[in-house]
């Protein structure tokens, strides 16, 4: 029995190690239970009676491996009383208690496929049964530990639209039954792959820049996003896409520690200090995207690399070869049409051939629906401004992003963006 610890703030905790481990915690009831949608259930379970227990009773050393444990205890509570495995019960019973190293294998086959539970779960959230907009959100939900409303307002869609996607895919999910949770093998893997690498690219995403919250970036979700690429790479070494969203994972967490300044602010590309750059993760970053390339045609992800390749390269900002970077983001957008990434590539066009060709690229996207609730657009739109000496209708584009931000670090720097072209 772990020996409570003492802390001010039991609930802070608890948040922190929720983040952290929500994923590994469901991933692991899951293998028991085979039911996506009860092991999140049961993992709340675990959850709430740690909001009941530990400000009472203290933190426990070990505060992920005491939910864990708790959610495990419950879905055996669960398996017993529905009298359907058990069979299974007796074999978790005994790996419980230290017996058999093997004992999990007949309920943990999914995760011994590819030697980790998240990636097991990670495989059965893309199920081909389930729409993608849906397997989308499930996998945010899961992996992400994102809340229904950061979902939505990621992908700029009504929150009661995400609520019924993630109740859909469990429902979905539950009815296809046991099999759902087996890891495919074979042409069925690859077939699922691209999914897979879709909801990972999202997960880093959101760990890079955070979608709401008081933080700007979520670095442990990055961590695990890039060790699931890197799991990925060693089942599937031959595809070229899976080493380009390593690399690109790779290249851009580099910059992570330069992306936050001392008291937490957000610390735009311009000004970052590259000398804090991991050296390390960009040496294995160019790496992977070298390899991504020997493989031949350059999909989304290894573009993307190609990308953030062109950023790490450059000494400075003015160094930046943005005239390339305004070319990949073309070959991109002729890939994988996006308005966020003609965004993108208007901000390559602006440093390449100036400010009123960037504007030019941007104008169409004013109209654009899906971009009507991003604060980046008028963002955006606001620097090219400011270059052209327009300012006051740079402060007005910075008072529609101050309306559409969601996270305290973004409005902080857009109001401190305001205040020094006001004066005020």
């Known amino acids: 029995m772990t020996t409570p610890t003492t802390t001010s703030d039991p609930y802070a905790v608890l948040e922190t190690v929720w983040r952290m481990e929500s994923a590994r915690i469901v991933a692991g ?14 993992a709340h379970d675990a959850l709430v009676a740690a909001m009941e227990q530990w400000p009472a009773q203290g933190v426990p050393d070990n505060p992920a491996a005491w939910l864990a444990a708790t959610a495990r205890r419950r879905a055996i509570d669960l398996i017993r009383r529905e009298q359907t495995l058990a069979r299974k019960t007796e074999t978790l019973e005994a790996g419980e208690t230290g017996l058999a190293p093997g004992a999990d294998a007949e309920v943990g086959d999914g995760a011994a496929a590819v030697g980790d539970d998240v990636l097991a779960l ?3 959230t893309c199920h081909p049964a389930l729409a993608r907009e849906s397997r989308v959100a499930l996998t945010l939900r899961l992996f992400g530990g994102l809340t229904t409303d950061e979902i939505a307002h990621a992908f700029l869609v009504p929150s009661p639209t995400i609520g019924q996607r993630i109740s859909r895919a469990k429902k979905r999910l539950a009815g296809v039954g046991p099999e759902a949770l087996a890891v495919p093998v074979g042409d069925e893997l690859a077939g699922r792959l691209g999914a897979v ?23 442990t979700l990055c961590v695990e996003a890039m060790r699931l690429g890197r799991v990925l790479a060693a089942l599937s070494p031959q595809e070229a896409e899976v080493h380009g969203l ?3 994972m790779e290249l ?11 008291t937490g602010e957000p610390v735009l590309l311009g000004d970052q200090d590259r000398s804090r750059w991991d050296r390390v993760l960009l040496g294995r970053g160019l790496a992977a995207l070298a390899r991504a390339e020997e493989q031949g045609e350059r999909g989304r992800y290894t573009l993307q690399a190609a990308i953030a390749a062109c950023h790490a390269r450059a000494r400075s900002t003015d160094a930046t070869d943005w005239a390339a970077i305004a070319a990949l983001y073309a ?15 208007a901000v390559a066009v602006a440093r390449a051939e100036g400010p009123e060709a960037g504007l030019a690229v941007l104008e169409p ?17 606001a620097d090219m401004l400011t270059t052209l000496g327009r300012v006051d209708e740079a402060v007005g584009e910075i008072d529609r992003a101050l309306e559409l931000v969601r996270t305290v670090a973004e409005r902080e720097l857009l109001e401190r963006r305001r205040s020094l072209l006001t004066g005020a």
């Not at 580099?254 to 300044?261: D, P, T």
């Not at 996207?365 to 739109?381: E, F, M, Q």
């Open 365 to 381: 996207l004013r109209d654009d629906r899906t971009l009507a609730g991003y604060h980046l657009l008028p963002a955006v739109r």
């Open 252 to 262: 851009q967490a580099s910059r992570l520690r330069a992306r936050v300044g001392p």
């Open 246 to 248: 390593v690399a690109l």
């Open 122 to 124: 990670l495989f059965a």
């Open 29 to 42: 009831v899951a293998r028991l239970v085979r039911d996506v949608g009860r092991a999140e259930e049961l």
């Open 331 to 345: 070959e991109l957008a002729a890939l994988a049409p996006s308005p966020v990434v003609e965004l993108n590539r």
């Open 197 to 219: 690498l879709e909801v990972i690219y999202l997960v880093f995403n959101e760990g890079y820049a955070a979608t709401s919250g008081v933080d700007w970036t979520r670095p």
